[in-house]
Structures are given as C-alpha cells and as structure tokens.
C-alpha cells in the first residue's frame, strides 16, 4: 500500500514537499515514480528514482524545480517542489515499478497511491 500526503493549497512562488509512505511491500525492490493529473487532463510523468536511490529522472516541465528522493529505512518517497507555478496544480500521485528502464509511463506502474491535492493560487 502507498499513502501519499503533504498536499495542500499555496502562492506561487511557495514549496512543499509530498511524501509517499510504503507499507506490506519490501520498499527496496521497487523503483518509485511521481505522477500529476490535473482536472480534465490525463495523468501524466514527473519523476523517477531507482530502488537505490542512486539514479533520478524527471520530466522537462519540472526539471530544475523537483526533486525526488528516497529513504529506504523510512520505506518513503519524497517530491520536494521548489518555485511552484499555477500549471503545477493538480493530484499527485506516487507509484511503484519493477521496471528497470526509465519508466515514464502509467503501465510502467503496478501499485498507486491514492494522490494528493496540490493546488497553486493567490
């Protein structure tokens, strides 16, 4: 099971960061990604790290802003969001993969969090 949180309502301009806790799976198996779905669009790839956490990826809308990262003790993932904008709003989702190979897309996914609302507003 993955429950995601640290959702909520900010400026532009403002951070936050997601968490994305792990539990009844044995964390340091799976490569963990972030998603966003914004209202009416589909889901959609922000960002990849591999089970070591030594190997990231993120999609070129928030490159430079995002940052994933892991702590396999803590079986979680982190989304650390730098400079958010309005297009950065949306849910939030993070999800497991096996697949070894930079995983992009939703099928590369086996198991989903339930998201979390980031809305981006003054």
């Known amino acids: 099971q993955l429950q995601a949180s640290g959702g909520g309502l900010v400026p532009p301009g403002s951070s936050l960061r997601l968490s994305c806790a792990a539990s009844g799976v044995n964390f340091r198996m799976y490569g963990m990604g972030w998603f966003r779905q914004a209202p009416g669009k589909e889901r959609v790839f922000i960002a990849y790290i591999r089970r070591s956490g030594v190997g990231t990826f993120y999609a070129d809308s928030v490159k430079g802003r995002f940052t994933i990262s892991r702590d396999n003790a803590k079986n979680t993932v982190y989304l650390q969001m730098n400079s958010l904008k309005p297009e950065d709003t949306a849910v939030y989702y993070c999800?497991?993969?096996?697949?070894?190979?930079?995983?992009?897309?939703?099928?590369?996914?086996?198991?989903w969090g339930q998201g979390t609302l980031v809305t981006v507003s003054s």
């Open positions: 999800a497991s993969t096996t697949t070894v190979n930079i995983p992009t897309k939703t099928e590369d996914y086996i198991q």
